[in-house]
């Protein structure tokens, strides 16, 4: 074991909620270390994939559009959580967020108009210029800038906490262990949503069909050691938010480019060959993300998007060609289902259409009636050749369970103190305001918040 | 259309950065990128000429190595724009030219300094080569300095014609007389700014690392700015010797002078801040060009050099070698801007052009 180093405020993990941390706490005077547990070229957790936060402002000014005031974006919160969130933590968050894109820029973060293909998020999403890798890379060159100390490929962190003070931590790095003291310790180390191990606990064997859509890393140790802790925890621990993707996409890290857009510009089967949801229900980014449950809900967790020839190119395109034929009952042989239940869910699809004028971006007149499940948009006939299907899997993005904080970022104790120097910022807390649901940008939004206050009071801490 | 391996390479990892457009307010790439149904041998041609290697999108991938999509932009776009000079350059013999970019240059070197070498000694006989002069003329004559420029100018242009309008063709550009003029002067602008190497946030690019820098937009500022008035100086000294009839050298006070020897400093300047750059650049960014890039940077860093050094050297026995030396240079940077990486700047306009064209349609 090396020797004893000391430091103001010790960071676990380097994402945007950690980096912000690091930033804000060294700005305040503090020597500062991050321990990062993925190696430099994969660093940043989760942030590495990310593209916007969801700022309140007023002014509409670059790169925002119009307004998005505080009562709107506080209803759109209670409208995604069902009211599962803390109010006052979650009213902070949101008046705090008119400072974040100032905090960013003046941190050597850029920002671009909305990306194409993102629906309506021009007034309400900011979007990082070359997205979050170029936002990690930033927010780093100034972390190191201020003298932050980071040590990157930090595993096996083991946490030395007495009562609810932290005391001090080792961890291995190339197979040597190390140890280090702080006045206080910023965790900020993300969800468990790459362990399937822990997934398995709360989703049974299913889990094992899950694609991760980030990082490898988040496998949840420090949130576990936390919560052994008797930190009180905060968000349900069976839900995880998965959205649908290519099923061919890698077991990790696929990020943006594994999503698959077709779904309500046709019809989703089981490996039965039968539909099992509204594919219309609403606009796709407004329903992607309770597919993934959807599917995680069917036989081996798979699900098949079909669509034929009138839907090609009005899809953000993917990066796998889709399986194609001219018939159906080849592509059912493609994708390994029953041809003639995929024939017949297709011809009393086509039979309940009702005839109506097709527009992909509105909430058009097309649907069908009369079936047992019925599409209430978009619904056209898939007559035309040659028909496309992708497979679909539940790709998980991120976990809910975290440790309850007060409106100084201090962990919870069960029951009601705040530990005086155990701060947490980023997914590891987000369930306190976001308790489920989903609300495009507001994981990256809860962590630029959450780091500027853990990072704040654990330097004061600290002093 | 069967493609090739950089081709093939090109559409793999286009078909990610369309998925993924995260990259979109870098560069004129990828906006332009999603403009395309398709991947093909021809919109590569297209969409790897409108690439500066800036490297911000490499810096910034979610996709780059180690992941294992393994997504890098900028080499395969320098790989598929080396591809793109070879394959359209007129006369097609000339092709290994561009492959072998550095062997090229050092012999073209050698033969045109050998060429004025044994041209300035025929003039002023083997043993006057030494002797102190003052006038180039003595050494060698307007007349003979003229037809060889005159001749080479011509080739060069010809050439130029004959690459460009394969490329032009190939990526699907219609006549240039149906292309809007706010395209063609959106494109120039573009060019003359190089709009496209300040990273989308006007902090630069990001070929040294991950931090933007300015400098080799700067740099190559001083070199086109340096060469475009020592292009000048040499316009001005023509009108000087045929329409004011004064004949060379000039004084320092007269624009032939002044423009060529500022000119000549902001090229050395430039070229010299290129090379430094060349030598700090991201590996990573970069496929290997046999010395193709940097042939055009050391030919007109030489051409400087040995130019600035003719009215320094007057009056001495070293002005003989030195012209020859200087006017071998030039030689060569003509052959360079038929057959080498000279040629760049316009297929990087062309690409611009069809940009601004694509975006009308």
Known sequence: ?463 | MPVNETTTEAIRVMTICNACRYCEGHCAVFPAMERQTEFTQNNIELLSNLCHQCGACYQHCQYADPHEFNVNVPAVFEQARLESYTQFLWPAFMQPAVLNGSKFMVTSLLVSISLFLVAVAGQSGVSQILAPQVNFYNLMPHSVMASIFSFSAVVVVISWWMTLRGYWHSISLPSPWSIGMASYSAAIASALTLKNLDGGHGSGCYESGESPSLWKRRYHHLVLIGFFMCFSATLAGTFYHYGLNIAAPYSWLTPPKILGVTGGIMLLVGCTGLFRIKQTTDQRLVSNDNGYGMSLTVLLFLTSLTGLGLPIAKGTGALGLLLAVHLGCVLALFLNFAWGKFTHGFFRLIALVADEHQKTQ
């Open chain 1, 1 to 463: 074991m090396t020797s004893l180093a000391h430091f103001d405020v010790i960071v676990l993990g380097g994402g945007q909620a950690g980096l912000t941390a690091a930033i804000t706490a060294a700005e305040n005077g503090a020597t500062v270390c991050i321990l990062e547990i993925a190696p430099r070229a994969l660093r940043g957790g989760n942030t590495r994939h990310t593209r916007n936060l969801r700022p309140m402002h007023e002014s509409g000014a670059f790169p925002m559009e119009g307004a998005y005031g505080f009562d709107e974006y506080l209803d759109d919160l209670l409208r995604v959580t069902g009211g599962d969130t803390d109010h006052a933590l979650a009213e902070l968050t949101i008046r705090e967020s008119e400072h974040s894109i100032t905090w960013l820029q003046d941190h050597g973060v850029a920002f671009q108009p909305p990306l194409s293909g993102t629906l309506q998020l021009g007034r309400t999403n900011a979007f990082f210029l070359g997205g979050g890798k170029a936002l990690v890379n930033s927010l780093y060159r100034v972390a190191t800038n201020l003298g932050v100390h980071t040590i990157y490929e930090a595993t096996d962190i083991a946490l030395n906490i007495s009562g609810d003070r932290f005391i001090d931590l080792t961890y291995q790095q190339v197979n040597n262990t190390h140890h280090i003291s702080g006045h206080s310790l910023v965790a900020a180390a993300g969800g468990f949503e790459a362990n399937l191990d822990w997934l398995e606990e709360a989703w049974g064997p299913a889990a094992r069909n899950f694609l991760v859509r980030g990082t490898p890393y988040n496998k949840g140790n420090i949130l576990r050691q936390l919560l052994d802790a008797k930190f009180k925890q905060v968000g349900d621990p069976g839900q995880c938010h998965a959205v649908a993707i290519d099923g061919r996409a890698p077991a990790y890290d696929g990020g943006i480019v594994s999503r698959v857009d077709s779904v309500p510009l046709g019809i989703v089967v089981n490996n039965e060959g039968k539909r099992f949801f509204d594919e219309g229900e609403d606009f796709w980014p407004k329903r992607y993300a309770i597919w993934g449950r959807l599917i995680a809900a069917q036989a081996d967790q798979i699900g098949y998007a079909i669509t034929d020839a009138k839907a090609d190119g009005l899809f953000m395109p993917t990066v796998l060609p889709p399986l194609k034929s001219t018939t159906i009952d080849d592509l059912a042989r493609q994708i390994n289902i029953p041809a003639d239940s995929l024939l017949k869910t297709i011809d009393e699809f086509n039979a309940a259409t009702v005839s109506g004028s097709f527009d992909h971006q509105a909430l058009d007149g097309c649907r069908t009636e009369g079936l047992p499940i019925n599409k209430s948009h978009w619904a056209r006939q898939i007559d035309t050749p040659p028909y496309s299907a992708y497979p679909l899997r539940p790709g998980i993005t991120f976990t809910y369970l975290g440790v309850a904080v007060d409106d100084r970022a201090r962990v919870q104790v069960e029951g009601g103190n705040p530990s005086e120097n155990i701060f947490a910022a980023g997914e590891m807390m987000a369930g306190n305001i976001l308790g489920r649901g989903y609300l495009a940008g507001i994981g990256m939004t809860i962590g630029s918040v959450f780091g500027r206050i853990a990072g704040r009071e654990a330097a004061r801490h600290a002093s």
